[in-house]
């Protein structure tokens, strides 16, 4: 173990963990002190999983996943998690996204925890309903334990709702931190977070406003960009201002991807749906109106390409802060001339920082890892000192 | 480890286990010495879940599960087991239910156990079809074994089958045990087994076989209910008559839920479909004839509804002993005005004892537990001595 | 642990492994040393598992698989090696078989790498396409590890593709070694791996490439039979001719499963696709022309009909040595009145020979562990060395 790490395991017991509480479903919700202490608790497990040191914390228990849209990274980065914790995945298959109330929620959260010590789920969907929906199992669960019916507490872990993505978020901020040497160095730095044209529709919302409900937070100057109609839920929008004005920050919404990237630190060009198109694609969703659904389609995809120009190119790259701005983006990008014929991003600029997003989606695992660990253990603290001291290494040499 | 739990650890040490066996498929097969170590052992590894105590016993192996019909609670119950005795789950994906026979029962049985250690098995769609596909995984093993082909010969366990289900009448039996306070306390006590009405069709026997072939042998006076021609399997009708009068308590069938419910301790009302249903199913899953699957089922619905009046209620629960018999069910329940309009119970009494409803579906993957590690383990006593010893915390401290 | 493990131990400490390397994709890329370890390493992880040793070599980690074709034995071969060596398998479900290139391959490789340490695939259905595709994913894992991207370098397994079944070929070489009682038996015995009729199209040929490939190696003579139009890949043809010579066995192609029989030791009657059809297959189904898909298959059944007498039975098997040479196949056999009319083999001679194929079927998930090991260990005889002193047993009494 380097001293690097040594002395990041050393700040990690100074953190105050009281109140961290058993779900993570929003950044906002959480103080500072838990922002900061899972975000050094990726720091920590990542350089462990880079120095061949097992962080495993449980000798058995369930890794709960339940996907109501599809996944394969985020999918991958739950199991790495939840496997270098010695949790296994047990995956609940719903067949099809639904919209379940009542009965069935309570009985179904209960009946798949009773050894589980984490549920973590995709629900990014529907408008209105995904954050609804874990609020409910959260509740189940807190049920559960107070009945008796479950012996322990499962952590409820987002990954992805209709409002929030905090494990991108998160990562994408220990990206940041990672790139720009520490995390006192982000205040004042210019974010642009911006849409960007993508031959296809339905995209959540959730990572732009998992972006600005964050970066306001750590002091960043934060500029959303989009064309007209393509807002995102005014609630976050309020929150970024307000959270903008109080870090020393700030937050503002501009009309063009051009106004964003004047003199940006980074850029995070990414395609999402309009709001009010979400909300329609709800109703359609919920009604089971597929030609509905599919006329909206259409409507959106022909209003899209009145904005083909929003692309992240050279061009638009130079207009940055000496035209070196880091490209972020949470993966896959559509890429013009190699996803597709026009995308959010041109094949020169993605080439040039492909290997910065991968490193990005690298932290994504150990952000999970550190959320459970968190939330689940009773004493994080004590149980990272008995981790290091161990120094088991993965590999049982 | 608290004394209580230390007090059961050495009871179950004076058990005589031998000739437990390998596969857990009809609790008739099993002796009462082997029930009673069953159940033991299912409260044994419930209150060291309870304790934060690990029971893991294997430090690699596969648990592989053959789903026949879907599951979702049975499935999260065996991963549960598994994983808490340290084994991990490979699902035999078949795609579709099939009735396969010969070389490619005997050939799959072999190929997914080279290094398996439990194989759970659920197949309750056909009668007469279930338990027999088992019976042939169980000797194509016992072929696989003696050959040398397999170094070690799987617990097969019965996940449901056409006959019995042995993982809920055990839970259940581990419900009423922990209700009473004492295994002692059932005999005599009285348990109406009866059929409820649901706006479904095709749900197999086992369960209600299961209860009144398991609660007859611990001396419960049991009272099996349901309309004209939704009979059981004549045999296992025979099964519990014969143990009626052997056991001391007792078993009669009646035709109305009124009557079954008249000063019961225990109500377990349930639907299923009629056994000449499920024959002409059979045949006509076989024959793939889907136009004749669908005809029987708008029979079988009509027929259904001129018993709708067979809900469970707070009307029907006033008959029971003080008005105040436990309502057990196996979950998820049809509640009526919550999952449909008219179901197997009223909102009102679901409500009221849904808090042991869940309780007793907790004690599943326990069971499970007990089942693998007493048919798999060469001397389970020795075994839960070691760990009991070890007292090896779940969460890693 | 007995005498002769103890031995084998000791033999593998003195093979130089040097330069083994990451991948696992075609048995002619590795050299003699190389082979020679993976199969005694194999012969050393049945015999641990048959003492009831653990070969556990890490603590936590994920081993992905990606299936692009229906597999149910090498699935649970690949679960079964990684759950013994203490991986734990995460499946990448692509959905269906694609030919996909360029970012996406590169990107999904690193995505699910980030804390694997084996990639198992199957990719068999494109002439031209498998292994392929895996040589990109290798390159894209060597450019995540090198750019810092992935803190390890995953082992890459090829589980089956349009070339070679090295996972395969290997399990039927530790049969034969078993059978012959030793690989220095192997040199000059005969072996006839032939095409035989069955009433199914589009087999891959990478069985019979695999073991032509393999068995000129250890000096066996082998002859190829098939009837005209169902030729191999030239490129192999020519490996195992140039092999035949140089490793003092010999290689030669007739044109009657008779001729090839002849006096021959071990006899692999097998079913494979004519290659000129899976070249069409391929370009069709790249088009998704599904009606000439259609087209194909049927003429290529009739052409197969025409070669109905290619069924390895009794009387054939009396041309062989002794009337005794050993049948081997891959699994599962088409067996005449068995699973079809008129199949591969008879009924008579397959169930003679059942245990064996059984037995050799047996190896694989060893092999795929043997793989892994030598790989992905930085000294897999340091390591081994370790485990051996340990002794723990699988089950942990």
Redesign the interface.
């Known amino acids: 173990m380097n001293k690097i790490l040594e002395r990041k395991i050393e700040t990690f017991q100074s953190i105050d963990l009281q109140g961290y509480g058993n779900d993570f479903l929003l950044t906002w919700e959480k103080s500072d002190q838990h922002i900061e202490a899972t975000l050094l608790l990726t720091e920590i497990f990542s350089m462990m ?2 120095q061949g040191i ?1 962080f ?7 890794a ?1 996943s339940v996907f109501r849209d599809n996944s ?2 985020t ?3 739950y ?2 998690a939840a ?2 914790l ?1 949790l ?3 995956d ?1 298959d719903e067949k099809k996204s639904q919209i379940a109330h ?3 929620v309570r ?2 959260a ?3 925890s ?3 010590d984490a549920i973590g789920i995709r629900d990014d969907m529907y408008l209105g309903e995904g954050n609804r929906y874990m609020r409910e199992v959260s509740h189940a669960l807190d049920l ?1 334990f107070s ?5 322990q507490r499962p952590a409820l872990i987002n990954l992805q709702c209709d409002i929030d993505h905090p494990t991108q978020s998160m990562a994408d901020m220990a990206k940041l931190r990672d790139y720009f040497g520490g995390v006192e160095n982000l205040k004042g730095k210019k974010i642009a977070m911006t849409w960007a044209y993508s031959p296809s529709y339905g995209k959540p919302l959730s990572v732009p406003q998992g972006i600005i409900g964050l970066m306001t937070r750590a002091g960043m100057d934060v500029t959303l960009a989009h064309p007209e109609g393509y807002d995102l839920i005014p609630d976050v929008i309020d929150l970024a201002s307000r959270q903008g004005k109080e870090n020393g920050g700030g937050f503002r919404v501009v009309k063009s991807m051009e106004e964003a990237f004047a003199d940006a630190d980074v850029v995070y060009p990414k395609s999402w749906a309009p709001y009010y198109v979400m909300q329609r694609r709800t109703e359609l969703l919920k009604s089971n109106d597929n030609e509905g659904l599919h006329t909206l389609e259409k409507e959106c995809l022909i209003n899209n390409k009145l904005h083909q120009n929003w692309e992240c190119n050279d061009e638009k790259m130079a207009l940055t802060k000496d035209g070196k701005a880091l490209y972020m983006h949470c ?2 990008a559509d ?1 013009s001339d ?2 597709c014929p026009h995308g959010e991003v041109s094949k020169e600029v993605f080439n040039r920082y492909r ?1 910065h997003t ?2 990005e ?2 932290y ?2 150990f952000v999970i890892a550190a959320m459970i660990f968190l939330a689940r ?2 004493d994080p603290q ?2 990272l000192k ?1 981790i290091s001291r161990q120094n ?6």
């Open positions: 999983h880079q097992s495993k914390a449980f000798d058995a228990g369930l709960v394969t990274r999918r991958f980065s199991a790495s496997n270098a010695g296994t995945v047990s609940l009542g009965e069935t009985e179904t209960n009946m798949i009773f050894l589980a559960g009945e008796g019916t479950l012996h993966l896959p890429i190699v996803s290997r991968y490193h989606a690298g994504k695992p253990l009773q004590a149980m008995r088991n290494t993965r590999v049982m040499y």
